[in-house]
Structures are given as structure tokens and as C-alpha cells.
């Protein structure tokens, strides 16, 4: 079974930017809607933002609206998060996944129905001074 791979996680300080990435070298990725998700410690799984396939749907959660960024590039095989003004509650391992139905039109930020079938192992990201 194949299984995507996040990068770009790091230590930033408040109000820093990253950017990760969730790709694979199957070029698979390209055909699944892909959710991005993090948990923190102590703390349940969020859905944050997600794409369809074709990058017309994006979705995001009130709490990184405004400052995060998804996109996808095909070519690539790869879809990024562009995170913008991060703040110590952003702390958390994120983790994309790919949803389990092909060429979806649109996608969702929730996970525990099953819909997202092949997770990545998740990269760290701190934000503190």
C-alpha cells in the first residue's frame, strides 16, 4: 500500500512561516483529494485544510483560515501547506493523507469516517521564541 510523505516541519518562532509538503514517488497523489491534519499533544486529531484532486475545492478550519494556504502541484506529484503567522498553538505533528476514493470533486475535513485511507508518518512542527 502505498503511503505519502510529509516534509518541512521544523522549530519557528511566533508570527514565522513554513511550508510543508506531502508527496510520493508513485505518482498517485495526484488523482485523491488530500487532507492535511495535526495533533497535538493531549489534544484529538483536527482536520485543517484540505484539496480535490483538480485544486478547484479547498476547505479550511476557522482556526488557520486566513493564514494558511493549500495547493497541489500535479506535476509534482506533491501538495503544500503554506503556513503564515504561526502561533504557539499551531504546535502539533502534522500529517497529510490521501482520500481513499479517486478523483473526488470535493474533499472534507474530517477523518474518523474512514474517507482518508493513506496517511503519512507525520511531521513535526514547534512554534516558540
Known amino acids: 500500500q502505498w503511503q505519502p510523505v510529509e516534509s518541512g516541519g521544523d522549530l519557528v518562532e511566533p508570527g514565522g512561516s513554513l511550508r510543508l509538503s506531502c508527496a510520493t514517488s508513485?505518482?498517485?497523489?495526484?488523482?485523491?483529494?488530500v487532507g492535511w491534519f495535526r495533533q497535538a499533544p493531549g489534544k484529538e486529531r483536527e482536520g485543517i485544510s484540505c484539496?480535490?484532486?483538480?485544486?478547484?475545492?479547498?476547505n479550511y478550519a476557522d482556526s488557520v483560515k486566513g493564514r494558511f494556504t493549500i495547493s497541489r502541484d500535479n506535476a509534482k506529484d506533491t501538495v503544500y501547506l503554506q503556513m503564515n503567522g504561526l502561533k504557539p498553538g499551531d504546535t502539533a505533528v502534522y500529517y497529510c493523507?490521501?482520500?481513499?476514493?479517486?478523483?473526488?470533486?470535493?474533499?472534507?475535513?474530517?477523518?474518523?469516517?474512514?474517507?482518508?485511507?493513506?496517511w503519512g508518518q507525520g511531521t513535526q512542527v514547534t512554534v516558540s521564541a
Open positions: 493523507a490521501a482520500d481513499r476514493t479517486p478523483y473526488s470533486r470535493t474533499c472534507a475535513l474530517v477523518s474518523d469516517d474512514g474517507r482518508y485511507a493513506y
Open positions: 508513485e505518482n498517485k497523489l495526484r488523482r485523491y483529494s
Open positions: 484539496i480535490s484532486p483538480g485544486g478547484i475545492t479547498t
